[in-house]
């Protein structure tokens, strides 16, 4: 029998860790959870059933790690430390700024059952995370940029469709290729945020809505659209079907850095991501961490933990003398 994985919420993430599922031989789905009627979910996984997440606590014995595909607004904040009490638990948690007190949270939770927690995995929290984190190390002295896209910003497309008279939105992060550029040839800028990223809007509208004042609302609207340049174009359902049905993203972690005792030797690491499934490369992600949390807490570990913690061989099925013999 394999690790056997609880799915906590089946959006676009939970799509995608269902899939994921299927491409690692060691794992199957055991069940998933979900705040609809489980009567009117289908599922892709014949052997698993679909349940309400008001039964999931009955079902702690029958599950190795949970996977907990919720929002990070209001959702992860309070479902990764409720579920750690019970389970082995994965989230994508993604609010920079809080991750301080998710962590202490779920700490907490996971130390008093015995259990492990890993949050803010994913690619930006997650490997993005690794590659700044081994980046800084290797070149101490040196700059951080990261760039996102190009890509739909799924937040920045609520965000326009919440505007009145805004029927479809989609919204793209993507960076200024003279910024890119300026970076990777070790020019070491200093660069706002406008300079670094640009930000293109495929809206939409009603029938006769003002499309001045929409676009107006757009580009001026604080924490999204009014610290960029803004382009907005107005499109009908069926060119949005066509052309912007997809959830690609991407982006580039770059560190800039000097060697040598004067500093005469400048060095470049890049590592970059081109998606064309933001939730089912993030999905990808978690699952690879779900292996780790199993492995992790059968050593006996509990605790919260984030990448940052994670030797890279509790990922792998590989063995270590396999992973020796064609990996190193």
Known sequence: MGIRIGILGYGNLGRGVESAIKQNSDMELAAVFTRRDPQSLEIATPT??????????????????????????????????????????????????????????????????GKIGIISVGWDPGMFSLNRLYANCILPDGKDYTFWGKGVSQGHSDAVRRIEGVIDARQYTIPVPAALEAVRNGENPDLTTREKH??????VAEEGADKARIEKEIKEMPNYFSDYD?????????????????????GFVIRSGKTGHNGENTHIIEYSLKLDSNPEFTSSVLVAYARAAYRLNKEGQTGCKTVFDIAPAYLSTLSGEEMRAHLL
């Open 48 to 113: 698993a059933k679909v349940y309400s997440v008001d039964d999931a606590e009955k079902m702690a014995d029958k599950i190795d790690v949970m996977i907990i595909c919720g929002g990070s607004a209001t959702d992860l904040p309070v479902q990764t430390p409720k579920y750690a009490k019970y389970f082995n638990v994965i989230d994508s948690f993604d609010t920079h700024a809080k991750i301080p007190e998710h962590f202490k949270a779920v700490d907490e939770a996971c130390k008093s059952s």
């Open 198 to 203: 640009t930000r293109e809007c495929f809206v």
């Open 230 to 250: 803004t382009t907005v174009h107005f499109i009908d359902m069926e060119e949005m079907k066509r052309n912007h049905s997809g959830i690609p993203h991407g």
